[in-house]
Structure formats: C-alpha cells, structure tokens
C-alpha cells in the first residue's frame, strides 16, 4: 500500500474478531485502551492454533519432528523481530515475558555488574514504573545515583537542560520512546549521540512507539531497546529484549536453569551462547510465534498507511476535546505526541468518567497508569487516557466525545 491509498478500515476491522461483537451490555464496543493492550487479528489467533494444533512441542530439545518444526517457526519468528527492529543479528535478540522482564533484566545483568558506586543513571518523570523501578533499585543496591532531566510544562523532555544532568558520571540514559500517559515521542536520535558522546548507553523503552511507527535499532545506534508483543497487536506473556552483542555478551545471566547453560559442573557452569543464555527455561514459544505473525500483519499494512490513519484520529480528537469546556489534555501538541490522549474533566473523577465511558461502550483506562513521579510533578493522582490504534475509526473519536458531554450533564458540569 502506499501513502496514497487509505487504511481499508473496514476490511482491518473484520480482521479483529472482538471489534464486531457486541458488549453484554448490547452496545457495540468502542476501544480506547490500546496502549493498555492491543486487540489480536485473525491472522494472529490463527497461527497460535495452528501451532498447538499441529506442532506442539518444547524447542531446542526434541528430537523429533515437532521438536524440529515448532523450533523453525520460533526462530523464523525470531529473525521477523529482528528485521522489524533492524538489528545486525538474530542472537542479538532475547524472548522475554515482555518490557518489564526485558527492563529487570538488564538492570540486573548488566547494572548489577558493572554500575558502580558513584555513577548515575539518567532518568526522567514521564518514565513507567517498568523503566523506573529497576533502575531504582539496582542504583540504590550498587550505590549508584538517579538522576532526572527536567519535563517541560508542555511534558517534552527539557533538551536545554541535559548538559547539567548528563555528566562524565552517566553511565547509561533510560528513557521511553513514547509517554504512555502524556503521548509525547522523545528525540531518541539525538538523546542517542548525546549518551555516545558521553560514553554512557542508553536503553530505550520502544513499548508505546513500535506499535505506531518503524524503530531501527542501528540507526541512530541503540544499545539496548524493550517492547512487549500484546500491545504490538500479538499475544501476551512474550516480549523482546534487544541488546548489542557486545553488551550482552559482557553481562551476567538474570534467570538460571535449564536451556541457558552450555555445561553445568558441581561448582562452577559455562553458559550458553546468545540468545540462550537469556532465555532460562521454557521460554513462551507460541506466543513468540504469534508475536511474529503479528509483526507480518502490521508489515502488511506498512506505516505511512498506519500512521496517517492513527495522526488524523488523534488530530479530530484534541480538536474535538478541546473545544469540550473543563477538558484539560495533557502532554504536547500533535507534532511531538503519538495516539494517546490523557485528560482530566473538571469537577469529575477521572475513576467516574472512565466507568461512565464504559457504560456507553467506550473502554479507556483510567488511575495513574503505572507513572507515579510523573503524576506527582502534575499534581494530579489520576487521569483518564484514550489510545487509538489503526483500526479506531472516525465515529469512534465522536463516540468519545459525546460520552464525555454526556458525562458532563450527569455530573451537572454544563
Ligand atoms: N503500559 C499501560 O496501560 P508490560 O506490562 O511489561 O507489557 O509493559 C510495561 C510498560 C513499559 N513501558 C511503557 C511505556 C508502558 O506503557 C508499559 C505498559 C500499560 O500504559 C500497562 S501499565
């Protein structure tokens, strides 16, 4: 497809099951919580069966045939990702559970090892707890300090002010791609050179961009980059960790056991190569799987298609919400935002607003969304967050918006 050919909405929407039946309530659902997770096609669903149905069977283990062809397909779908994220090599390429487990352990691989007391991590207040949290811990275990580039009041990164907070001390920037709360896009490009110039790595979370728009990890060069497979339309429980090799390699092991080994002796064990020696145990192999049929799906479509649809929804809902008086929208302007929308309604709970969205058949997610530092620099403890994907429609945005009228006239707001 190209540019000029829109989103064949209506053929993408019967690709996704769940779109076409009705809620128990009898309203037809209208979802806005794909940065929550993402609705899973057919064409996903699909291969996820046909696996279980056909080649069932533990990978890298088996001697027989389903061993031998559920291992191809796991690694066909491992060579999807790598290409999807443009790395140099397939073993640079680590099955996790998701971008938290992909977070955990790189803060206990690599920053268990080698931060130091003394050193810093970069971080800043619009980061998930799931690339906070870890580095707070490990910083407070290796005596290592945090430190925070300032937000604008606009909630973009204040670029003006990394010189005072990215130092000879930095050893790595941790940084997300896209806020899942203020949907602003960070310049990775240029938060990339500034690490490189300072000798510190930077770890992007690619959780909320890699379902809107093409990554390449060798362009600008990432060190290491997370994104989870459920909100990049496939399954739960998988995840991709992507490390340069040379950094992987140099890291200690995070989970021991079965599959990670090369030899195991009563007092010492050799592990195994890349990627193994990340993947402990049972790693989710039909989900992997799915997870590259998903990939196939959105490449079927192609970006430009995706994000032309997704930027003119998200244009048509600030221009919608912001003419709806008491509606106070949070994160940047379109230019420097993605397709979430966090907002706050005047006089009404962003709790109440969300319930009362539902009850109208509009799925939104609503609380603090896992971002307490960045909810504390708002003053706010919660907002209501409404996140498109390419199969949301045009009428979908209106629904959102007459239901926040009308939850306004419930709450006597007009
Ligand atoms: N954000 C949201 O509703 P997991 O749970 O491991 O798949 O992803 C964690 C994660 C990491 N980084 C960012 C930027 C995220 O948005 C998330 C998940 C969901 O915003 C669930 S809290």
């Known amino acids: 497809m190209s540019a ?7 053929s993408v929407r019967q690709d996704f099951p769940i779109l076409g039946k009705p809620l128990p309530n009898g309203l037809p659902l209208v979802y806005l919580d794909n940065a929550a997770t993402t609705q899973k096609s057919r064409q996903v669903i699909a291969k996820i069966v ?22 191809t397909e796991l690694e066909a779908a491992r060579e999807k990702v790598r290409e999807f994220i443009g790395a140099r090599e397939v073993e640079e390429i680590i099955f996790t559970s998701g971008t938290t487990a992909s977070v955990n352990l790189v803060a206990q691989g690599w920053g268990r090892k080698f931060l130091q007391p003394g050193d810093e991590v970069l971080l800043n ?19 290592a300090k945090l430190r925070f580039i300032p937000l604008t009041h606009d909630g973009r990164l204040d670029m003006t002010a990394l010189d005072d907070v990215l130092t000879d001390r930095t050893k790595l920037i941790a940084v997300t791609a896209m806020s899942n709360v203020l949907g602003t896009i960070n310049p990775i490009r240029e938060l990339a050179a500034r690490a490189k110039s300072r000798g510190a790595l930077i770890f992007v979370d690619a959780a909320q961009s890699v379902p809107h728009g093409p990554v390449n990890v060798c362009d600008p060069e990432i060190d290491f980059l997370a994104f989870s497979g459920h909100k990049l ?38 592990f195994a190569d890349l990627p193994g020696k990340f993947e402990a145990g049972t790693i989710p192999i039909v989900q992997a799987i799915g997870l590259g049929a998903a990939i196939g799906y959105v490449n079927s479509l192609g970006w430009e298609v995706i994000s032309t649809h997704e930027h003119a929804l998200t244009q048509q809902a600030l221009d919608q919400m912001s003419a709806i008086p008491g509606v106070q929208i949070l994160g940047p302007s379109l230019e420097h935002r993605g397709s979430i929308i966090s907002f706050t309604v005047e006089g009404i709970h962003p709790h109440d607003m969300a ?33 498109f994907a390419f199969y949301n429609t045009p009428a979908e945005v209106d629904a959102l918006c007459e239901a926040i009228q009308y939850a306004r006239k419930v709450f006597r707001r007009t």
């Open 4 to 10: 000029t050919q829109p989103l064949d909405i209506i």
């Open 50 to 71: 046909e696996v279980y149905e056909n080649y069932n069977a533990n990978v890298h283990r088996g001697i027989h045939s389903l061993g031998d062809r559920v291992t």
């Open 125 to 143: 207040e619009m980061e998930h707890h799931a690339n906070f949290v870890p580095w707070q811990q490990v910083a407070l275990e290796r005596g």
């Open 233 to 270: 339309y496939g399954p739960t429980g998988i995840g991709v960790l992507y490390g340069r090799r040379p950094l992987l390699e140099s890291m200690g092991p995070f989970l021991c056991g079965g599959n990670m080994i090369r030899r195991v002796f009563k007092d010492r064990t050799d």
């Open 355 to 387: 319930e009362l969205l539902d009850s109208r058949g509009t799925a939104v997610r609503a609380g603090h969304h896992c971002t307490m530092p960045l909810h504390d620099l708002l003053k706010l403890t919660a907002t209501t967050r409404a996140s």
